[in-house]
Each structure stands twice: as C-alpha cells, then as structure tokens.
C-alpha cells in the first residue's frame, strides 16, 4: 500500500515545488536501479540503491516536505524496501517499487494541479 501523502499543509511545496520534484526523480532513479540490480541477481547493488531510496525519503522527512507524524509510514516503507532486498525477494521488492512509483505519480499530480492551480 502506499504511503498516504501529508502534503497539503506543508507550506514548503508550495515554495519550492522544483525541489520537491527533484526529490522524487532522485528516488524514481534508484528505486528502478534496485530493481534492474535485483533483476539481474546482483543483491549487493540492489541493497545499496535500496539504501538511496530510503536515504531521500529521511533527507524529504528532514527538509519539511513529510509531516513528522507521517514518519511512521514512512518508516514501514523503508523496512517493506529492506526486507525484500535482504530476503532477495523479487515479487516483494518489486510490489514495494510499484508503491514507491506511484507516490511519485501522486507527488507530480499535486503539484500539477494543486500547487500551480
């Protein structure tokens, strides 16, 4: 499932929406490596962009762009990332991946109709 977004009060997308976005390709980048090194039987790799994923997601937690008390889901997402890194798990990395993705897809369409509406 993911992770429900707490972006509406959150004043700084809507003063640097350009960064928020670029948090999110930064994500999209190493979500998609993991899974290409995964795919390729390469775990090691898989694990140190996995580590990059989750690393965007404290330094958005960090910068104001998650609400603190979102940080639980965030949290539980992170673990769900690792675990099927660790566990060499495709289907489950792959069903996490699919959340990350489409948090991102939810991130470009509220600041496309929301923030510049």
Do not use: Q
Not at 12 to 20: A, L, Q, R, S
Not at 74 to 90: C, G, H, Q, Y
Request: glycine fraction near 2%; include cysteine; hydrophobic fraction near 45%.
């Amino acid at each position: 499932m993911a992770a429900e977004p707490y972006w509406e009060p959150i004043e700084v997308i809507t003063e640097k929406p350009h960064v928020f976005i670029e948090k999110y390709a930064k994500m999209a980048h190493h979500a998609l490596l993991c899974l290409s090194h995964a795919l390729a039987n390469e775990w090691d790799k898989a694990k140190e962009e996995c580590r990059k994923v989750c690393d965007v997601y404290d330094d958005m937690l960090k910068e104001g762009f998650w609400a603190p008390e979102d940080k639980p889901t965030l949290e539980t997402m992170k673990d769900r990332l690792r675990t099927a890194v660790r566990d060499k798990d495709i289907e489950a990395l792959g069903d996490a991946l699919m959340d990350v993705l489409k948090e991102i897809e939810d991130a470009v369409s509220y600041v496309s109709f929301e923030v510049w509406a």
